[in-house]
Each structure stands twice: as structure tokens, then as C-alpha cells.
């Protein structure tokens, strides 16, 4: 079963608006990962936060962590046309050595 | 580097047929795996490696078999296609087993039609 689920599904903004979406899973975890996928290409790593951390920020990405409601957002500011991609959160449990994926928001950005 | 690279790029099967999807990384990452991506189910993974000659099942494993002879290569073989295998299969490899500050670098994907 999955362990991250995203909120929203799917999410319009304008050029400049700020995105936000939410990620919440079940179990205990060593870090949560976001990943980005544009249309047809492979899934590429945007920013790991570890569990003993709250906040974290690369460029226009800010991540916060809740490991006491377990859940996470990622924040991207002045968003761009290039932002128009899905956004996956993934989150590595404590006890084995595997990610696992949430269903996605699909973040269109229109110009 | 080249990364991640998968073949085929896309791949049309009949029902009962069998093939092996190709990754290989030049990366020397220790750790590989193999996920589906299906329509609003995210990714799943199939199998992974820790290491060479090491293998173990992720979350749907059926009718899927893995090998990793060496570092750089973990083919995935289908051994009697179903329509069901239809999906977007990706490769990905990380430095190493220690996922605790590791993150992952995918392929491109092969797209499997199975009629």
C-alpha cells in the first residue's frame, strides 16, 4: 500500500502565484523526498528532508516537515510555466530500505 | 555519465510473451530498483538491489524476476506478459543501501503495451 498520499489531485495557478501542496503518510520515517516529473520523462529529485528536521528551502522550493501529524508540504514561490509538472512525495520508513510514492499533484502553471 | 539509461524506449508485447526491460548506471550506485507507473497510482515499486548479487521484492512483484550480476546493470524479465503489466516502467539507482540521505536517480521510463 502507499504510504504518502498528495493533496491536492491537481492544482491551477497563474504565473507568479505561489503553489502549495500537502503529503501526508502512515508510518514512522527516516526522510520524505519530493520529486518532480514533467510530461513523459522520468521522475528527478527536488529536495530531501530528514525527520529530525522541521523546514527546509532550495531555491524557490520550501519544504516543511510535521513528523507529530505526519505530513509535509512543498511550497514553490513565483511559480513558472516550467513548474507545469506532477510533484511526488516519497517517504523512506525507518526499518527497510525502500521509497515509497505517493499518487502525485499535477501542478499546471498557466502564463 | 549518462545516469540511468533504459531499453527499450517503448515496447509492444502479446499476451504471453516474455522480454527483459535493460537499465544500467555508470554511477557505480549500489543500491537499484525497478517501479510501475500507473494512472493515479503514483509509483510502485517491482524489486530492488542493495547490491551486486543481492535482490529482494518490493510491493508488487508477481510475474516479474530480477537479477544483478554486476553493479551496473538489473534487467527486469516479464515471463509471460499480461494485459495488466501494461504501465511505464522506471528504473532508478541511488548511491548506496543507506536511504537516510540518499536520494535517487530515475531512467526515462519504457512504456510496455501488453495486448
Known amino acids: 500500500s502507499q504510504q504518502g498520499e498528495e493533496d491536492p489531485q491537481a492544482l491551477s495557478i497563474q504565473e507568479g502565484e505561489n503553489a502549495t501542496m500537502n503529503c501526508s503518510y502512515k508510518?514512522?520515517?527516516?526522510?520524505l523526498q519530493w520529486y518532480r516529473q514533467n510530461s513523459g520523462r522520468g521522475l528527478v529529485h527536488l529536495i530531501l528532508i530528514r525527520s529530525n528536521e522541521r523546514e527546509k528551502h532550495s531555491g524557490r522550493l520550501r519544504v516543511t516537515l510535521d513528523t507529530s501529524k505526519k505530513s509535509s508540504s512543498l511550497l514553490i514561490t513565483a511559480s513558472r510555466a516550467a513548474d507545469t509538472a506532477s510533484y511526488f512525495c516519497?517517504?523512506?520508513?525507518?526499518?527497510?530500505?525502500?521509497?515509497?510514492f505517493g499518487a502525485g499533484t499535477t501542478v499546471t502553471v498557466r502564463a | 555519465n549518462a545516469g540511468v539509461t533504459q531499453t527499450p524506449k517503448f515496447q509492444v508485447l502479446k499476451t504471453g510473451q516474455s522480454m527483459t526491460l535493460q537499465c544500467a548506471q555508470d554511477m557505480n550506485h549500489e543500491y537499484m530498483s525497478w517501479y510501475r507507473q500507473d494512472p493515479g497510482m503514483g509509483l510502485r515499486l517491482i524489486h530492488y538491489?542493495?547490491?551486486?548479487?543481492?535482490?529482494d521484492q518490493g510491493e508488487v512483484p508477481n510475474g516479474y524476476n530480477v537479477s544483478r550480476s554486476t553493479t551496473e546493470d538489473f534487467p527486469l524479465r516479464l515471463l509471460s506478459a499480461a494485459p495488466s503489466q501494461t504501465s511505464v516502467y522506471f528504473c532508478?539507482?541511488?548511491?548506496?543501501?543507506?536511504?537516510?540521505?540518499?536520494?535517487?536517480?530515475f531512467g526515462p521510463g519504457t512504456r510496455l503495451l501488453v495486448l
Open positions: 538491489s542493495v547490491g551486486a548479487g543481492i535482490t
Open positions: 508510518t514512522s520515517i527516516n526522510n
Open positions: 516519497a517517504t523512506c520508513r525507518s526499518n527497510d530500505y525502500k521509497l515509497s
Open positions: 532508478a539507482s541511488s548511491y548506496n543501501y543507506n536511504m537516510i540521505q540518499e536520494t535517487q536517480y
